[in-house]
């Protein structure tokens, strides 16, 4: 069984590269429409010159796993400006895909939790079309829309879970269905466990991105390793590794919050399940070290006997 590891975003090593620089609206209407405009071009391009040094470090250190911030470009959906982001830049985007197919990387977007398809509000369902387009049109100027995927979570109940999860289908038409092949839900630390995304994925025909520290907080009736074994048949179809979100509570009083790092120990049970399966999957390390969390947990990972270190960001687990 081999498990790749990778972060989200911001490579915390690495000085002044954060890809998440922004501009507010209010400052953007404070500098008026030319500058402002001026200065959403040059914070964009910071934040790509960022993803590119964090791609060349990922590389270096033979991370094959990343998740790209979905900040990279300042108010891109702002129904006053939804400013053209891609024909300025098609170079630096260019450059990004090429390093990224060139190695082999595997890149995602998270959209942030209000981009959701339950709500009995059209514009909130609106909102978040247009905002699952945005995600994908960056895919599309860097080149890697058909092997990437921006992943999302199902969303609120709404006082009835029945209702909320029909309107999940319902309210999906409307997604462009170039985007809707492009992305995966994950379950949640509250409301849709992981057998009720699985359930939702099934139907829909979406990959599921278990996160272990949701289902450890959100509990369903389904043993671990079955659980496993259903997540898993959601992927076959795209010919892709399964991917899992890792991390752990920052405390018992705060479970639900993420640590710094991961504790190994909270982890255990997931090992046991995906030893017994034996299949290869992709963890993606949410914990707030980044990734100094994701090379420490390989580090200790890789002292487990059996376990044998075969790359900067990967182990095989005989």
Same mark, same amino acid.
């Given at each position: 069984?081999?498990?790749?590891?990778?972060?989200?975003?911001?490579?915390?090593? &690495?000085?002044?590269?954060?890809?998440?620089?922004?501009?507010?609206?209010?400052?953007?209407?404070?500098?008026? $429409?030319?500058?402002?405009?001026?200065?959403?071009?040059?914070?964009?391009?910071?934040?790509?010159?960022?993803?590119?040094?964090?791609?060349?470090?990922?590389?270096?250190?033979?991370?094959?796993?990343?998740?790209?911030?979905?900040?990279?470009?300042?108010?891109?959906?702002?129904?006053?400006?939804?400013?053209?982001?891609?024909?300025?830049?098609?170079?630096?985007?260019?450059?990004?895909?090429?390093?990224?197919?060139?190695?082999? &990387?595997?890149?995602?977007?998270?959209? !942030?939790?209000?981009?959701?398809?339950?709500?009995?509000?059209?514009?909130?369902?609106? !909102?978040?079309?247009?905002?699952?387009?945005?995600?994908?049109?960056?895919?599309?100027?860097?080149?890697?829309?058909?092997?990437?995927?921006?992943?999302?979570?199902?969303?609120?109940?709404?006082?009835?879970?029945?209702?909320?999860?029909?309107?999940?289908?319902?309210?999906?038409?409307?997604?462009?269905?170039?985007?809707?092949?492009?992305?995966?839900?994950?379950?949640?630390?509250?409301?849709?466990?992981?057998?009720?995304?699985?359930?939702?994925?099934?139907?829909?025909?979406?990959?599921?991105?278990?996160?272990?520290?949701?289902?450890?907080?959100?509990?369903?009736?389904?043993?671990?390793?079955?659980?496993?074994?259903?997540?898993?048949?959601?992927?076959?179809?795209? !010919?892709?590794?399964? $991917?899992?979100?890792?991390?752990?509570?920052?405390?018992?009083?705060?479970?639900?919050?993420?640590?710094?790092?991961?504790?190994?120990?909270?982890?255990?049970?997931?090992?046991?399940?995906?030893?017994?399966?034996?299949?290869?999957?992709?963890?993606?390390?949410?914990?707030?070290? $980044?990734?100094?969390?994701?090379?420490?947990?390989?580090?200790?990972?890789?002292?487990?006997?059996?376990?044998?270190?075969?790359?900067?960001?990967?182990?095989?687990?005989?």
């Amino acid at each position: 069984m081999k498990i790749r590891f990778g972060y989200v975003a911001n490579a915390t090593c &690495l000085w002044e590269a954060s890809p998440a620089k922004t501009l507010t609206f209010k400052r953007f209407t404070t500098l008026g $429409k030319e500058e402002g405009l001026a200065k959403l071009l040059n914070v964009t391009k910071q934040n790509i010159e960022s993803t590119r040094r964090i791609l060349y470090y990922n590389t270096a250190h033979q991370i094959e796993l990343y998740r790209l911030s979905s900040s990279l470009v300042p108010l891109a959906t702002h129904p006053d400006i939804e400013w053209d982001f891609v024909t300025p830049f098609k170079q630096e985007w260019r450059e990004l895909g090429d390093w990224i197919i060139q190695h082999a &990387l595997r890149v995602s977007f998270h959209p !942030n939790q209000f981009t959701l398809f339950t709500s009995p509000q059209p514009h909130i369902t609106k !909102n978040a079309v247009k905002d699952m387009i945005f995600h994908y049109r960056m895919l599309e100027a860097i080149g890697i829309e058909k092997q990437s995927y921006i992943n999302i979570h199902v969303g609120g109940a709404y006082g009835d879970k029945v209702a909320a999860t029909a309107r999940f289908h319902e309210n999906l038409k409307q997604l462009p269905q170039q985007v809707k092949a492009q992305m995966t839900l994950e379950n949640d630390d509250k409301t849709y466990t992981a057998l009720e995304t699985f359930q939702i994925c099934q139907k829909e025909q979406i990959p599921l991105v278990f996160d272990y520290h949701h289902h450890m907080a959100n509990l369903c009736e389904v043993p671990l390793t079955d659980l496993l074994y259903d997540v898993f048949s959601t992927w076959k179809h795209t !010919n892709v590794v399964p $991917k899992i979100h890792i991390s752990s509570p920052k405390s018992e009083t705060a479970f639900r919050s993420h640590a710094d790092f991961v504790d190994i120990e909270f982890l255990k049970p997931l090992f046991k399940a995906l030893q017994e399966i034996g299949q290869n999957v992709d963890f993606m390390i949410e914990a707030k070290m $980044k990734d100094q969390a994701m090379l420490k947990l390989i580090e200790d990972i890789a002292k487990i006997r059996g376990v044998k270190r075969v790359s900067g960001g990967s182990v095989i687990w005989k």
